[in-house]
């Protein structure tokens, strides 16, 4: 993608200087949208970001993410087992990623003639950048929706950080909020973190605490 098209994580804050008049900013994670279920799909493209332009965002402002080229270097620096199972890819997901990269391009010009400014870092996945955009806009005293169905972004909510996710069995985009992760869950949400850390996740090859029962460690929680 030209530099011109892309922001940086430093310039972000004159994405958000241009919304001053406003109190909330949406963070769009937009890979994830391009998929309906493990198949890339500019028709889910264009089904999720019609309702989110329409019935979520409204006048508020909004800011696209994407992963950057190469996208799980950094992570891969600090973990090398991170997402290891899935570096051998069989020739029909290789032909998917192929389409993937192909319709990449549409999707950038939809988002770029919808005037929504687009962050991509080389080297990183868009939810990292999300949460650096988060940290970097609640001190302005902006609120942030996160837009998206990574359910990892719960460990983020607070009362100035909500998320909205497509749901696939209704149609339509639906809001998360504090009251809503502590209606489920009866804890604060920086537990959500600490509870990740201690279990891992197999799919992405984040290794868990050894020697603690799952059951008792979630309990505790």
């Given amino acids: 993608m030209p530099k011109d098209d892309v922001l940086n994580v430093n310039s972000s804050s004159n994405c958000c200087n241009k919304t001053s008049r406003k109190n909330k900013v949406f963070f769009l994670d937009v ?22 332009f329409f019935e979520v965002s409204l006048n508020v402002p909004i800011i696209a993410v994407l992963d950057g080229d190469r996208a799980n270097d950094y992570r891969r620096q600090i973990l090398p087992s991170y997402k290891a199972n899935k570096r051998k890819t069989s020739s029909v997901e290789r032909f ?10 549409l999707v950038v010009d939809v988002l770029q003639k919808c005037n929504v400014p687009i962050v991509k870092i080389e080297g990183h996945e868009a939810d990292d950048v999300v949460a650096t955009l988060v940290h970097q806009v609640l001190p302005t005293g902006y609120r942030a929706v996160i837009a998206s169905p990574d359910k990892d972004f719960k460990q983020l909510i607070s009362e100035d950080v909500q998320i909205v ?34 279990l891992g996740d197999e799919i992405d090859g984040v290794p868990d605490v050894q020697h603690l029962v799952p059951i008792s460690v979630e309990r505790r929680f």
């Fill in 31 to 52: 890979n994830p949208l391009c998929y309906k279920g493990i198949t890339p799909s500019l028709h889910s493209f264009a089904h999720w970001i019609s309702l989110f």
């Fill in 96 to 105: 998917s990623r192929s389409s993937f990269s192909r319709s990449h391009k």
């Fill in 165 to 198: 996710a497509p749901i696939s069995e209704l149609h339509r985009w639906s809001f998360y909020t504090l009251k809503h992760y502590i209606t489920q869950y009866n804890c604060d949400p920086q537990s959500d973190l600490s509870l990740r850390c201690i």
